[in-house]
């Protein structure tokens, strides 16, 4: 049985230069034990590429980083085959995708067909190149951010692709106390280089690999299948959650039990997961998303509808 405190030592290490983002680090925690990839959306200067940077190295991975841009080709992602004149043979150039944390930053920024050359990597844990296929190193953990405001120019995520994120997470803004924080902390240098690695790589993997024995009870699994439905029954969603989404919410469920020490799963796992790992997956009706209504307030209202099994289950 792998150290489940390895965990808790992922997110307290990084908490050693993320400031007030605790919930956000649990999340992402609980995306990369669950074999998931995560949406990160708010304005610049968030602290975003801060929080992959120290993520990754509290886990002692390789962490590499692509600004999406307009001209960005899908072999500036996967990697490229250059002829060697002196060996007679085309040598292979391996693209940030091969890493154990990529920070896909600004990734609305880019064509539908740069972005595509992600959907394989995060679905399948390899990229083909030049018709070879080729696996990446694991544990593969994408970290794509968003940027909700300067929309001239971008290239709105597919639904297709949207479903392949584990969770959606919105970071907000610091408090008073919080930025305080940030103001001393950061004044001399950045604390990232001083950063070191809690566990490594290798036992991430065992993490993740005993996170499939977590116990989900039956009561449980009932309720999250009634999560799923009730989304696809809502009179203000067009299209609801599919069993992609419920599959997800339960290994998120078994990953949050997991880095709270316990070897099974409880109702409260699934009821504070769900808006992370079900909102971003419902498309609301014209005439609600018209009015400005939000995927996150309607499953809310889910939530709120849908009775949760007792903790005895």
């Given at each position: 049985?792998?150290?489940?405190?390895?965990c808790?030592?992922?997110?307290?290490n990084?908490?050693?230069?993320?400031?007030?983002?605790?919930?956000?680090?649990?999340?992402?925690?609980i995306?990369?034990?669950?074999?998931?990839?995560?949406?990160?959306?708010?304005?610049?200067?968030l602290g975003?590429?801060i929080?992959?940077?120290?993520l990754?190295?509290?886990?002692?991975?390789?962490?590499?980083?692509?600004?999406?841009?307009?001209?960005?080709?899908?072999?500036?992602?996967?990697?490229?085959?250059?002829?060697?004149?002196?060996?007679g043979?085309?040598?292979?150039?391996?693209?940030?995708?091969m890493?154990?944390?990529?920070l896909?930053?600004?990734?609305?920024?880019?064509?539908?067909?740069?972005?595509?050359s992600?959907?394989?990597?995060?679905?399948?844990?390899?990229?083909?190149?030049?018709g070879?296929?080729?696996?990446?190193?694991?544990?593969?953990?994408?970290?794509?951010?968003?940027?909700?405001?300067?929309?001239?120019?971008?290239?709105?995520?597919?639904?297709?692709?949207?479903?392949?994120?584990?969770?959606?997470?919105?970071?907000?803004?610091?408090?008073?106390?919080?930025?305080?924080?940030?103001?001393?902390?950061f004044?001399?240098?950045?604390?990232?280089?001083?950063?070191?690695a809690?566990?490594t790589?290798?036992?991430?993997?065992e993490?993740?690999?005993?996170?499939?024995?977590?116990?989900?009870a039956?009561?449980?699994?009932?309720?999250?299948?009634e999560?799923?439905?009730?989304?696809r029954?809502?009179?203000?969603?067009?299209?609801?959650?599919?069993?992609?989404?419920?599959?997800g919410l339960?290994?998120?469920?078994?990953?949050?039990?997991?880095?709270?020490?316990r070897?099974?799963?409880?109702?409260?796992d699934v009821?504070?997961?769900?808006?992370?790992?079900?909102?971003?997956?419902?498309?609301?009706?014209?005439?609600?998303?018209?009015?400005?209504?939000?995927?996150?307030?309607?499953?809310?209202?889910i939530?709120?509808?849908?009775?949760?099994?007792?903790?005895?289950?």
């Amino acid at each position: 049985m792998p150290d489940i405190n390895d965990c808790a030592a992922l997110v307290e290490n990084a908490s050693r230069v993320v400031v007030g983002k605790r919930r956000a680090l649990e999340l992402m925690t609980i995306a990369l034990l669950a074999e998931g990839h995560v949406l990160l959306e708010d304005v610049p200067g968030l602290g975003k590429t801060i929080m992959a940077k120290a993520l990754a190295a509290s886990m002692g991975g390789v962490f590499r980083r692509i600004q999406f841009t307009p001209d960005l080709l899908p072999s500036d992602v996967t990697g490229f085959s250059v002829y060697d004149q002196k060996s007679g043979d085309f040598v292979f150039h391996p693209g940030p995708v091969m890493a154990n944390v990529l920070l896909a930053d600004e990734i609305n920024r880019t064509i539908p067909r740069t972005q595509a050359s992600l959907l394989e990597s995060m679905s399948e844990f390899q990229a083909t190149v030049d018709g070879s296929t080729r696996v990446l190193p694991r544990p593969f953990f994408v970290i794509a951010t968003q940027n909700p405001i300067e929309m001239d120019g971008t290239f709105p995520l597919p639904e297709a692709q949207l479903d392949r994120f584990l969770m959606k997470i919105d970071l907000g803004y610091p408090t008073m106390e919080e930025e305080l924080d940030i103001l001393e902390r950061f004044r001399k240098a950045d604390p990232i280089p001083e950063l070191r690695a809690v566990t490594t790589p290798e036992r991430v993997r065992e993490l993740q690999a005993f996170r499939g024995d977590i116990r989900v009870a039956p009561p449980i699994r009932r309720y999250i299948a009634e999560l799923a439905a009730a989304t696809r029954a809502h009179p203000r969603v067009r299209y609801g959650a599919s069993p992609r989404g419920s599959l997800g919410l339960l290994k998120a469920a078994q990953a949050s039990a997991l880095l709270n020490g316990r070897d099974y799963a409880v109702p409260d796992d699934v009821k504070i997961l769900a808006l992370p790992v079900l909102a971003h997956r419902l498309i609301l009706r014209h005439e609600e998303r018209a009015k400005g209504a939000s995927a996150a307030a309607v499953m809310a209202e889910i939530l709120a509808g849908v009775s949760a099994p007792s903790p005895a289950g």
